[in-house]
């Protein structure tokens, strides 16, 4: 399992994530710069230890009602190769581990994997700030994908608790700016 650690990045995630948000095409908000607050997600081990997997929920209040995004990451030592230029989030230093390459998971082979393997039932989701603890709050539903079938990651979060059209879902939970819980689907596999 992955050690959290509580130190420095600099700049930071949310930071990072106000500048590159806004530039992606499901992005929801108008051309101003989000204000990004963290409000919930969770973490998957890589089983090499080699790349950080995170799937962070950040919620733009810019707008009159609040919108949620999921945007899962990698954080890797080094320059992932093979990527479209977009799929860079942005480079940080960590306080402990030096330079790391923060990546749009979507695009990260490491991070589909394990999200593939989290869909089947053989990986396990871990909290987002605790070493070795498992975040029992993320529920998977459903017969979950092969290796090489789609996983479809939702980007724009909606409350809801099931998922129609899905032959296995992600679900997992993220708190409103006013305190609210809310749970939605994060990634599911397209029923064919």
């Known amino acids: 399992m992955a050690s959290i650690h509580h130190t420095t990045m600099t700049p930071t995630k949310l930071e990072l994530l106000t500048e590159w948000l806004p530039k992606q095409s499901w992005y929801a908000g108008d051309a101003g710069t989000p204000e990004l607050a963290k409000a919930g997600g969770f973490r998957l081990d890589d089983p090499e230890g080699e790349v950080g997997i995170e799937l962070m929920v950040v919620v733009d209040t810019t707008g009159q009602e609040p919108v949620a995004y999921l945007v899962p990451m990698s954080y890797r030592g080094a320059a992932l190769e ?5 799929a860079l989030i942005g480079t940080s230093e960590h306080g402990v581990l030096g330079l790391r390459w923060i990546y749009d998971g979507v695009h990260d082979p490491v991070v589909m994997a394990q999200l593939r393997a989290l869909l089947r039932g053989e990986a396990m989701p871990q909290h987002q700030s605790k070493s070795d603890t498992p975040d029992l709050t993320v529920t998977v539903h459903g017969i979950g994908p092969a290796d090489g079938i789609e996983v479809r990651v939702n980007r724009v979060l909606r409350p809801v608790e099931d998922a ?29």
């Open 164 to 192: 129609d059209g899905s032959s296995g879902h992600l679900v997992a939970g993220w708190t409103w700016p006013d305190g609210t819980a809310a749970r939605g689907v994060f990634a599911a596999v397209p029923r064919w």
């Open 82 to 86: 093979g990527v479209p230029g977009e």
